[in-house]
């Protein structure tokens, strides 16, 4: 194993698995720290882990345990891969965590670059962008786990880390590797040891990685990953790119938790021409609706059905002010993992759910080890095989088109 990947959430964690599939490294995606020894054959190894919203410590010791055991699969590199919208608190966890793992690794220079142009996040002069918005005007201020009020990465991380933070502008990268490196010493000089660094098209991804081909750690959204590959490719350290997709035939379902705005457009789309099933937040508090009558609904229908909890922003502010928020969010993680379980059981071959915390409960929930990538659904989103009859695409509430739904199906089935 040449690159050790470490992602706070499983969607994530896949969207990092299908830049390195795409850009020829042999790739497996694996659900929480593995025992034992990795196969021989993987170049890239990507530690799932579900620490996106989870106290800072843990985080902390959940990514340490994970850098250990990729250090143990002989990775020469390693990459922290968090949101390209730069999920966070002031608590953490992307501060804690790239600080831990860089003392650990006893690195400095870390560049930090949550950009990924391929779905509108670019950063310029240290800012976040979505499209043409600032983080904060995104949508993601309303985020119900971690609300995105400031859009200046630099300050978001100083108030998640013990030490400063740098900066590494746009200017400099659009010189190339060279003033890159040159910056990169400069910040370290000053006693910045995470550099934000500007990137608004792939071709500065590109830039970023050649630079950083010596550094054990980087982190930042699965774009930064895109010039990684080529580093090895040039040391003669990759083999041939993996075989042909395997498409599943059989019976589809969806579940989808994300409250993005992307996502309500897709639930509003599918719900045009399939079977939908609307998720009330107080029946599930109650104990009316159980993941039994969920999944025997799902298991009844036509089509690609498709069940949600997915709803306007002041709706979850509601629903959570009655409840709590970390009740809510238990609640619906059992339900959908209990769901999964059941369709599964129930002969559903095409499973798809859209949310990170959805995405995963139900790997949890399903119990499953390791997720083999498959070609790319949407920018960001792969297809997934996690068995012989099981195939999977775990979608970020941001990412794909209106259609997404019905598309993943399609290319997981192999008839698109």
């Known amino acids: 194993m040449r690159l050790g990947c470490i992602g706070d959430d499983f969607t994530g964690s ?13 790739c497996v995606q694996y659900v929480g720290v593995p025992e034992g020894r990795a196969d021989a054959d993987v170049e890239a190894g990507i530690v799932a882990l579900k620490s996106r919203s989870t106290p800072a410590r843990e985080a902390v010791a959940l990514s340490l345990r994970a850098l250990d055991w990729l250090r143990d699969q002989g990775c020469s590199q390693f990459l922290f891969k968090y949101c390209s919208t730069f999920d ?25 670059c949550p950009a990924f142009p391929a779905t509108g996040r670019s950063v310029y002069q240290g800012h976040l962008f979505v499209g043409d918005k600032l983080l904060s005007e995104s949508g993601m201020q309303n985020h119900p786990l971690t609300p995105m009020t400031d859009p200046d990465l630099r300050r978001v991380l100083g108030r998640q880390s013990r030490g400063s933070v740098g900066h590494l ?90 409250c993005s705005t992307a996502t309500r457009a897709q639930v509003r789309d599918h719900a045009r021409s399939h079977p939908v099933l609307p998720l009330d937040p107080d029946a599930v508090m109650a ?27 002041a709706d979850v502010r509601a629903a959570q002010e009655r409840h709590g928020v970390a009740a809510l969010a238990a609640a619906f993680d059992a339900l959908f993992a209990e769901t999964a379980r059941r369709l599964v059981a129930g002969g559903i071959t095409r499973l798809v ?64």
Request: charged content about 20%; aromatic content about 4%; cysteine-free.
């Open 14 to 26: 896949s969207d990092l698995a299908n830049t390195l599939t795409r850009e020829g490294m042999r």
């Open 88 to 112: 966070s608190t002031d608590d953490g966890n992307i501060g804690p965590v790239a600080e831990a793992l860089a003392d650990a690794l006893g690195a400095s220079r870390v560049i930090v």
């Open 169 to 258: 502008p746009f200017a400099v990268v659009a010189q190339g590797p060279d003033a890159v490196r040159a910056q990169l010493d400069a910040e370290d000089a000053k006693g910045h040891r995470l550099i934000v660094a500007d990137a608004v098209r792939d071709e500065d991804l590109r830039v970023l990685g050649e630079a950083a081909a010596e550094l054990p750690l980087l982190t930042g959204g699965s774009g930064i990953a895109l010039g990684l590959p080529a580093n090895f490719r040039a040391r003669g350290e990759l083999a041939a790119e993996a075989g042909p997709w395997r498409g599943q035939s059989g019976p589809a379902a969806v579940l989808s938790g994300s």
């Open 287 to 313: 104990g009316r609706t159980g993941a039994e009558a969920v999944a025997d609904w799902l298991l009844a229908q036509d089509g690609v059905p498709l069940a949600y909890s997915s709803a306007d922003p």
């Open 353 to 416: 759910t859209a949310g990170g915390e959805t995405s995963g409960a139900v790997v949890e929930g399903l119990g499953l080890t390791e997720l083999q990538i498959g070609p790319e659904i949407a920018p960001g989103v792969p297809a997934i095989r996690a068995g012989e009859a099981l195939t999977l695409a775990l979608k970020s509430g941001n990412f794909g088109g209106e259609d997404f739904f019905v598309r993943a199906t399609s290319i997981l089935e192999g008839t698109v």
